[in-house]
């Protein structure tokens, strides 16, 4: 039963020694080559947000006209109207979104519009 390997032990051991790497390691790889330097850019700061004398213009309009509508009709019937268009005009931009400054302000001015009809329908009533 006691029985000899078929192969010697040092042949053995021979074939199972791990050889040296052929070729330089991942970290010996990484560690020759450094990252390009990153170019410096600077960011103009944005400028204030600041309205036009034609913008605050075109906000007085609504705000004339949601004032103003109260004597076109009765006030509530007006505030009534005007919720109707600004709720249509919500479903619109929900859909296509305003791009420009002038139609932001365009739908600015409408919801104004609005409050401010709605206001003049509770405080003036009938």
């Known amino acids: 039963m006691n029985e000899q390997p078929i192969k010697p032990k040092d042949e053995t051991e021979e ?3 791990l050889r040296p790497p052929d070729c330089p390691s991942r970290e010996e790889q990484l560690l020759e080559f450094e990252p390009p330097p990153l170019p410096v850019v600077t960011i103009p700061a944005a400028p204030p947000f600041q309205f036009t004398v034609f913008d605050l213009m075109i906000v007085m309009i609504g ?3 949601g004032l103003a509508g109260g004597t076109w009709m009765p006030s509530d019937i ?3 109207i ?3 268009v600004t709720l249509i005009g919500l479903a619109l931009i929900h859909f296509f979104p305003p791009e ?3 139609a932001r302000l365009l739908w600015g001015t409408l919801v ?3 409050i401010i009809a709605v206001g003049a329908a509770i405080f003036k009533g009938n």
């Open 100 to 102: 420009s400054h002038f």
């Open 112 to 114: 104004l519009a609005y």
């Open 15 to 17: 074939q199972l020694r």
């Open 63 to 65: 705000v004339a006209g």
């Open 82 to 84: 005007l919720g109707l």
């Open 78 to 80: 007006f505030a009534a």
